[in-house]
């Protein structure tokens, strides 16, 4: 069982990015899913999620009207499209799953049973 996360680089300020999860081992689209972020000497945060259905999402307020959480059913994958990108963004991005079958928002990080070993974003001031 593993998650895998994919589409970090180096990207300029004002400039888009889209990372992607995906799983071996087990359906993400059975699970909800986070994705959180931890920059250097900071505690990592909830950035935004997505349940099972896809029929409900948050997002932190530092990344609200800028990102946004979907999942590719077919693929099976679930993707973090980052628009308008911020030096602040800058950190090391993790999806985990929480589940199976979750349809409420959870941000607690002890319940998602699965995580990514996580993919660096950075975006130079």
């Known amino acids: 069982v593993q998650l895998v996360e994919s589409g970090g680089d180096l990207v300029q300020p004002g400039g888009s990015l889209r990372l992607s999860c995906v799983a071996s081992?087990?359906?993400?689209?059975?699970?909800?899913i986070g994705w959180f972020r931890q920059a250097p000497g900071k505690k990592r945060e909830g950035v935004s999620y997505i349940v099972t259905d896809d029929e409900t999402t948050y997002y932190a307020d530092s990344v609200k009207g800028r990102f946004t959480i979907s999942r590719d059913k077919y693929n099976d994958r679930v993707y973090l499209q980052m628009d308008n990108r911020k030096p602040e963004d800058t950190a090391v991005y993790y999806c985990?799953?929480?589940?199976?079958?979750?349809?409420?928002?959870?941000?607690?990080?002890?319940?998602?049973?699965?995580w990514g070993p996580g993919t660096q974003v950075t975006v130079p001031s």
């Open positions: 081992g087990f359906t993400l689209g059975y699970y909800a």
């Open positions: 985990a799953a929480n589940g199976p079958l979750v349809k409420s928002i959870t941000r607690q990080e002890e319940a998602f049973d699965y």
